[in-house]
């Protein structure tokens, strides 16, 4: 039976991984937390943590992650990609999702219990999870979509690159899959900029006529 792993346990796997990827004690860290104002913060607080005998707080996990220097998200997903994890105790998806997920490039959720994915054949609510992602985010994301409608489809294929590339089977499969996502997301971009000198236009002779067509 496939392993699932629950977010509890991987926050302090991560921490401890990341700590000693970067060859630093736990008294260093420590050292390091108290210096950022988690004043309680010891060697061996930090040992119960790591042993998954003492939660970690919203803002010490932000914390951390400065310190560390990496994204808070790092500390919440496993590196292999390919690992199940427990979103909720009756949902699974693989770890790469969650990242996706929690970093905004992928919709999840928002569905009936268990639904992890809305198919893209179901496009309406698919939509409605995707402008539901991006009002719910910094206001910059949803205000691209709207001047320039389809410019999440760039990021989205984008990503698309990046997932062909690095969770292919083998390097000969990779090399061979990925021309073709290219140039999806060549023609993605083309198609944009033609959106774009449209919306412009219009835009100017707005401003000019004050007619909006």
Same mark, same amino acid.
Request: aromatic share 8%; proline share 5%.
């Given at each position: 039976?496939?392993?699932?792993?629950?977010? *509890?346990?991987?926050?302090?796997?991560?921490?401890?991984?990341?700590?000693?990827?970067?060859?630093?004690?736990?008294?260093?860290?420590?050292?390091?937390?108290?210096?950022?104002?988690?004043?309680?913060?010891?060697?061996?607080?930090?040992?119960?943590?790591?042993?998954?005998?003492?939660?970690?707080?919203?803002?010490?996990?932000?914390?951390?992650?400065?310190?560390?220097?990496?994204?808070?998200?790092?500390?919440?997903?496993?590196?292999?990609?390919?690992?199940?994890?427990?979103?909720?105790?009756?949902?699974?998806?693989?770890?790469?999702?969650?990242?996706?997920?929690?970093?905004?490039?992928?919709?999840?959720?928002?569905?009936?219990?268990?639904?992890?994915?809305?198919?893209?054949?179901?496009?309406?609510?698919?939509?409605?999870?995707?402008?539901?992602?991006?009002?719910?985010?910094?206001?910059?994301?949803?205000?691209?979509?709207?001047?320039?409608?389809?410019?999440?489809?760039?990021?989205?294929?984008?990503?698309?690159?990046?997932?062909?590339?690095?969770?292919?089977?083998?390097?000969?499969?990779?090399?061979?899959?990925?021309?073709?996502?290219?140039?999806?997301?060549?023609?993605?971009?083309?198609?944009?900029?033609? *959106?774009?000198?449209?919306?412009?236009?219009?835009?100017?002779?707005?401003?000019?006529?004050?007619?909006?067509?």
């Amino acid at each position: 039976m496939t392993e699932r792993h629950e977010i *509890r346990d991987i926050v302090p796997r991560r921490i401890r991984q990341v700590r000693e990827g970067l060859g630093w004690s736990q008294r260093e860290l420590a050292d390091r937390m108290a210096a950022y104002g988690f004043t309680g913060w010891s060697q061996s607080m930090l040992a119960k943590i790591e042993a998954g005998t003492r939660g970690v707080g919203v803002d010490e996990l932000v914390c951390l992650a400065f310190a560390f220097g990496v994204s808070p998200v790092a500390l919440m997903t496993l590196k292999d990609a390919m690992q199940v994890v427990n979103i909720t105790p009756t949902t699974q998806t693989f770890a790469g999702n969650v990242e996706r997920w929690m970093t905004g490039r992928l919709a999840m959720g928002g569905s009936l219990p268990g639904t992890v994915h809305v198919m893209p054949e179901d496009f309406p609510k698919l939509e409605e999870l995707w402008r539901r992602y991006y009002e719910s985010g910094p206001d910059f994301y949803y205000t691209a979509e709207r001047r320039l409608p389809g410019v999440r489809r760039v990021s989205v294929i984008a990503d698309d690159v990046i997932a062909v590339a690095g969770h292919g089977p083998s390097d000969a499969w990779a090399y061979e899959q990925l021309p073709e996502v290219l140039d999806a997301l060549a023609a993605e971009v083309a198609d944009l900029k033609k *959106r774009l000198k449209r919306e412009k236009a219009r835009v100017e002779r707005l401003a000019k006529t004050g007619v909006d067509q």
